[in-house]
């Protein structure tokens, strides 16, 4: 087994497996390189190492929860493979710049929106520019 394949062996267990308990000594054990060794290797291929690619991964996971449901951020923290909600949120509010909290309420479409689909303008005859 190349090398290459064994740093995308890795990438696809922590896809796969981002919400259990993850460390590197497994992951290295799993693809018989030396933990050291395959940081390097994984930075090489992917520009960070595994453990940055695992908590973008699970912040991006725990961003679409948010979202679209209703799970309650300690829920998401449990769902997305954090122990603490302190460690998840400072990690949440460090990658994504808001606390969790602050980005379902952001993400979330709100009733007093003005944007109106082109679709419903010409179905309606209703100009698709403002007034000015």
Do not use: W
């Not at 981002?18 to 799993?30: F, G, N, P």
């Not at 291929?45 to 209703?70: G, V, W």
Request: glycine share 4%.
């Amino acid at each position: 087994m190349q090398h290459h394949e064994q740093a995308y062996q890795v990438r696809r267990m922590m896809d796969q497996g981002y919400a259990t308990s993850i460390t590197i000594e497994q992951l290295s054990k799993a693809v018989a390189l030396s933990p050291f060794y395959l940081i390097r290797l994984f930075r090489h291929i992917y520009k960070q190492t595994p453990h940055q690619y695992l908590i973008h991964l699970r912040i991006a996971r725990a961003k679409e929860l948010l979202r679209n449901s209703d799970l309650s951020i300690m829920e998401i923290c449990m769902a997305v493979g954090y122990e603490s909600l302190g460690s998840f949120s400072t990690l949440f509010r460090k990658v994504a710049g808001l606390s969790p909290s602050a980005y379902r309420v952001c993400s979330r479409p709100t009733c007093t929106s003005t944007y109106i689909p082109l679709c419903v303008c010409v179905l309606h005859n209703i100009e698709d520019r403002p007034n000015r």
